[in-house]
């Protein structure tokens, strides 16, 4: 016994001991941005924490909030993101005692306001740290922490500094790769070298984080955003790489880390962190290097900008050149696409006249030299000392080479390469020059055909998807569309989101076989479809049904695949039907997940007759609904089922409060191979519920009687008192009087109280909607009663009801 006392004596020793040297050094560096997050991974690596945070006073000083973290996500061990100070939580009993607490999986069950986790066995600990701090640390040990595991969590928060000292605002001028944007106003401080690395001068800035943003590459926004906006980011740090566009040559990747500090009542909260140069540069050693560098770039140029920009990267730096223009030929102008410098001083008058927004357009027929230079097809060379006319000797007084951009027996444009001192063209330069034109004639030419394609494409796509999500009743929807990189096509991936009477909502995605024109009409064709049918007050099954439908009768040899789910956002329950695509993923509220085992029929346009079973699902409040297309969990090296489970894993460690945030996670794992589209549903369940009465109209002679009778009887049990229900009861003797003399069949009265909004609906079999007469003679028999519902409501109207019609009136009551 003496010896196990013994060894266990040393481990502890051992492992505080190289706490105690890790704190220190920790300490002694000079870098105290990040400091705070490298002292709680102490806790992570030398005391077996899973998860380590620090928690400080909030400004009012009734919270103590999360300020910085490491390790595993809070979320799975049930861990808030503030306590109130004068709770009973274990962080909060450990500030006002200063007394350590160590919780194991018994006390946090009963613990105050303990939650579901996905991990049901592990161990807390909770430790004050000065300055009015605390330390939250979490274990999956078996054993909780032990004696040598408290005594590096002792050590970490005796350590470990409060993030205010950290703050740019407060430590002087900002390093010169430093950044630190306000949340609140997008109001940003940058160092020097931060401005040189997106090129604009410190005189010029605006502190407008969207100046920055506006330099970036489009494609590359989406995981940016998720970083500076404040609905996205997260305490603790991010990092990721994205590019900026530069004047000449491809962009530039950068890396950005940077960590979000939560502020108070009378400081906003910040992000800061820093951004450096991620990219690699390499040197160009032989002219042969040199055009084989422009022929790979120009191979995967997709667009003109993307020829132009590897024409003037290629060319400019090597040969030492002041100044280098590529411009397309349409009809007698030049269309000038770059200019490397890009400020209009640098070019002669001609080029600044003609300043246009972004770019100058030339006229050919005023630089009679470019024209004969274009008219031959062949590159053209004058040295310093030639006459030429203003507008070309301004572009290179000691030296200018045209180069024609031909392809196929067609001039599709021209590159200019200006020197300012006298410059010898040699034998080897000139070939250099003539190879360059050839090949970038032949991108350009391709690169045309191609944007004018993308361009069309990219426009249906635009216009037929959705612009923007409805507001739900009860939940949030997101959702995002990432084009594939593959070939630069535009696919069928499409997405929708469809409000429906009585607080249904249908969420709809689906994917058109293909990437091109056809597919992109017709993803907008089923879209609209969908819309239309769901619109009409069909089920789930008899929607998708219709649209098979649909596209059987097209002329079209594509097929689509689709899931369709329509959610009673009043009930918590949702009606799944699956056309050859996805099943849906749930996330629920312990952040277990499932990938629903929903039936499925064909996809639409394969068989004519098809059936399309519909699976039930349960939503309770806090559940995330996900449906996605095969991009995202697809690929050459992962098959669906491997996909689906990542995303299901990827789902459970996400945290639902923030929406946008979990998509843009999502889509970060892409393959980029496909199109992928996603549409992330939270339901939160409705805090005030309609109170609803249904009744069913008989052909009886006392009909409108009976039916007052019941309406009445309603008012009285919601409570609504009698003086204020004449206007209603006035609607309904109308609009029933209306169906019954006017329609044959089955006549529903609907009655629906929310707040103090009454809603009168009368459904009938006929789908002939009612009009309102635009004069009536004293000598008329009918027509009266539309215009007293319109005169006693609020608004009032007509929708498509399952081969029928609903008429419907809304009234205010009284508060």
């Known amino acids: 016994m003496a010896d196990v006392v013994s060894e266990g004596a040393a481990v502890r020793g051992t492992r505080t001991e190289r706490a105690e040297a890790a704190l220190e050094a920790l300490a002694a560096d000079p870098r105290t941005a990040d400091r705070p997050r490298r002292v709680l991974e102490q806790a992570l690596v030398l005391a077996g924490a899973a998860f380590a945070g620090l928690y400080t006073l909030g400004d009012d000083g009734t919270l103590l ?54 991990s049901p066995d592990f161990w807390v600990a909770a430790l004050p740290v000065h300055g009015d701090g605390v330390l939250l640390a ?31 605002e407060e430590s002087g001028e900002l390093p010169a790769d430093a ?89 906003p909260a910040r992000l800061v962190g820093t951004v450096a140069d991620a990219s690699t540069v390499r040197s160009d050693v032989t002219d042969v290097a040199r055009v084989q560098r422009l022929a790979a770039s120009l191979a995967i140029a997709g ?24 411009a397309e030929l349409e009809n007698d102008r030049l269309v000038v696409i770059v200019l490397d410098p890009p400020e209009p001083a640098a070019w002669p008058e001609l080029w600044r006249s003609e300043w246009r927004s972004e770019w100058p357009d030339a006229p050919v027929r005023s630089m009679p030299t470019l024209a004969a230079a274009l008219s031959e097809g062949r590159a053209r060379i004058w040295p310093a000392g030639t006459a030429l006319e203003p507008a070309l000797a301004g572009v290179g007084p000691g030296g200018l080479a045209v180069l024609p951009l031909s392809a196929a027996g067609r001039t599709a444009g021209a590159c200019l390469i200006g020197w ?87 969420l709809v995605i689906g994917d058109v076989q293909g990437h091109n024109a056809g597919a992109a009409t017709l993803m907008g064709q089923m879209r609209t479809a969908l819309r239309a049918y769901a619109a009409e007050g069909h089920p789930p099954d008899v929607v998708v049904s219709h649209a098979n439908r649909l596209l059987m009768e097209m002329e079209t040899d594509l097929f689509a695949t689709c899931a369709y789910v329509d959610v009673d956002m009043e009930e918590g329950s949702a009606w799944c039907v699956r056309a050859g695509h996805l099943p849906p993923v749930l996330r629920h509220p312990d952040a277990g997940t499932q990938v629903v085992e929903a039936a499925g029929g064909p996809p639409l346009g394969v068989l004519p007759q098809a059936d399309f079973p519909m699976t039930q699902l349960r939503l309770r409040p806090g559940t995330l609904l996900a449906l996605t297309t095969d991009g995202l969990v697809e690929s050459a090296e992962e098959d669906v089922d491997a996909g689906l489970n990542r995303l299901a894993r990827e789902l459970a460690a996400a945290d639902p409060a923030h929406l946008g945030q979990v998509a843009d996670a999502l889509l ?148």
């Open 303 to 326: 667009t003109v900008k993307d020829v132009s920009q590897a024409v003037v990267a290629a060319l400019r730096g090597p040969l030492k050149a002041d100044r280098i223009a590529l």
């Open 179 to 267: 950044f630190s944007l306000a949340m609140d106003t997008g109001r940003i401080e940058v160092g020097e070298r931060i401005l040189e690395l997106f090129r604009i001068a410190r005189g010029t800035f605006d502190g407008k984080v969207e100046t920055l943003l506006g330099l970036t590459v489009p494609e590359d926004l989406p995981s940016l955003m998720s970083v500076v906006e404040a609905d996205h980011m997260s305490v603790g740090e991010r990092e990721l790489e994205f590019r900026v566009v530069q004047p000449s040559g491809p962009p530039k990747w950068l890396r950005l880390r940077g960590r979000l500090l939560p502020g108070g009542d009378r400081r």
């Open 420 to 506: 300012d001192r006298p410059h010898d063209f040699g034998p080897d330069e000139r070939a250099l020059l003539t190879a360059s034109a050839g090949l970038a004639g032949q991108a350009l030419m391709r690169a045309r055909a191609f944007d004018a394609e993308h361009e069309l494409v990219g426009m249906l796509q635009r216009a037929l998807l959705p612009r923007r999500l409805p507001r739900l009743p009860g939940g949030v929807a997101v959702a995002r569309y990432l084009p594939t990189t593959a070939g630069l096509e535009v696919g069928g991936d499409w997405y929708d989101v469809i409000p429906l009477p009585d607080n249904h909502v249908a």
């Open 668 to 815: 970060r794992g892409a393959h980029r191979g496909d199109d992928v589209a996603l549409l992330l549903l939270r339901y939160d369940g409705m805090a005030v519920r309609p109170r609803r009465e249904s009744w069913t109209v008989w052909r009886v002679p006392e009909a409108v009687r009976h039916a007052r009778r019941f309406t009445r009887r309603t008012l009285r049990s919601w409570g609504v008192p009698a003086d204020t229900g004449d206007a209603v009861l006035l609607v309904v003797s109308e609009l029933v009087t209306n169906a019954l003399v006017h329609t044959d069949g089955q006549v529903r009265l609907d009655l629906t109280l929310v707040n103090h909004r009454f809603r009168v609906a009368v459904a009938d079999v006929s789908p002939r909607t009612p009009v309102k007469p635009t004069s009536l003679g004293w000598e008329a028999t009918g027509g009266r009663g539309i215009l007293l519902v319109e005169a006693m409501s609020a608004a009032w109207g007509t929708v498509p009801a399952g081969g029928g019609k609903q008429v419907w009136a809304e009234l205010t009551l009284g508060g």
């Open 65 to 118: 909030c999360l300020t910085e973290s490491a390790g595993l996500p809070r979320t799975l061990y049930g861990l808030r993101d503030s306590y109130p100070v004068s709770g009973r939580s274990p962080a909060a009993e450990a500030h006002r005692t200063g007394q350590p607490r160590w919780l194991g999986p018994e006390e946090l069950a009963g613990s105050p306001g303990a939650r579901r986790t996905p």
């Open 138 to 168: 979490a274990t999956e040990n078996p054993h909780g922490f032990d004696g040598a595991d408290r005594a590096v969590l002792a050590l970490v928060a005796g350590a470990v500094p409060l993030p205010e000292a950290a703050r740019p």
